[in-house]
């Protein structure tokens, strides 16, 4: 099979490229008020997040117990979308240099591709509000394959997407799921975003670990030139 001749970096979303908490956070208050259930904390939800929308209010009710297991789910859903969809991006933001890492990346010829559980609509709205969506040559949610992160289907859609070489692929992210992906995959490696919502410990388990955002573009190169 012909594969392009650029590498390609993925960026996970949440936690590694943007910083997404606050507004996350504010739609699951607002949507446990709606419903009168407890309010949750920032942290609450830090601990909820990257394994796609639905597990999150899935989490959410978890967390409410009792009091959640009379409410119409497929409704609760479609209120935290419309929420979210029109609150993503009122604190949200890339976080410190994210977009000095894309631009040395495009310099230095990689393609750049977006691999999240968000759902894709969402997704793409955010990067087209935060004026970054011209970075990305792929973009792929968690809704737009047979199934999302970890499983490897994900990943490998995203690159298909891109004629992408798996030997020349590395993803970036804060959450296991990244780190699986890249596994199950089996391409070129994975480095961990420590700067991310994800236990140091995470790092361990990833080719690279980086506390920077800026040290993205070379430790990407040290790992598809071995």
């Known amino acids: 099979m012909s594969y392009i001749s650029n590498p390609v970096i993925v960026f996970d979303m949440d936690g590694t490229l943007i910083d997404s908490l606050p507004d996350l956070a504010n739609s699951a208050r607002f949507l446990m008020k709606e419903y009168d ?9 830090r601990l909820m997040i990257g394994d796609g929308m639905r597990v999150l ?3 959410l009710f978890a967390f409410a117990g009792d ?5 119409n789910f497929e ?33 230095r010829g990689w393609k750049i591709a977006l691999c999240t559980n968000k759902i894709t ?25 047979a199934d999302k992160k970890p499983n490897a289907c994900h990943l490998e859609g995203i ?13 970036v992210g804060d959450h296991i799921n990244d780190i699986l992906v890249a596994k199950n995959a089996k391409i070129a490696g994975s480095i961990f ?6 236990k140091p410990v995470l790092g361990q388990q990833a080719t690279r670990s980086a506390h920077s955002i800026s040290k993205l573009p070379d430790l990407a190169e040290s790992i598809i030139i071995k």
């Open 37 to 45: 259930l407890p309010s949750v904390t920032d942290q609450d939800v």
């Open 57 to 59: 209010v899935e989490r």
């Open 67 to 71: 009091k959640a297991s009379a409410i």
């Open 75 to 107: 409704e609760a859903m479609d209120h935290f979308i419309a929420y979210y969809m029109d609150h993503s991006t009122e604190y949200s933001k890339p976080f410190d240099g994210a977009v000095q890492a894309m631009e040395e990346f495009k310099k």
């Open 121 to 145: 609509k969402a997704a793409e709205q955010i990067l087209v509000q935060l004026k970054i969506d011209h970075f990305f040559d792929a973009v792929g949610g968690g809704d737009l394959f």
């Open 159 to 171: 690159m298909k997407m891109l004629n992408a070489d798996p030997a020349k692929t590395v993803m």
């Open 193 to 198: 975003a420590a700067w991310g919502y994800g």
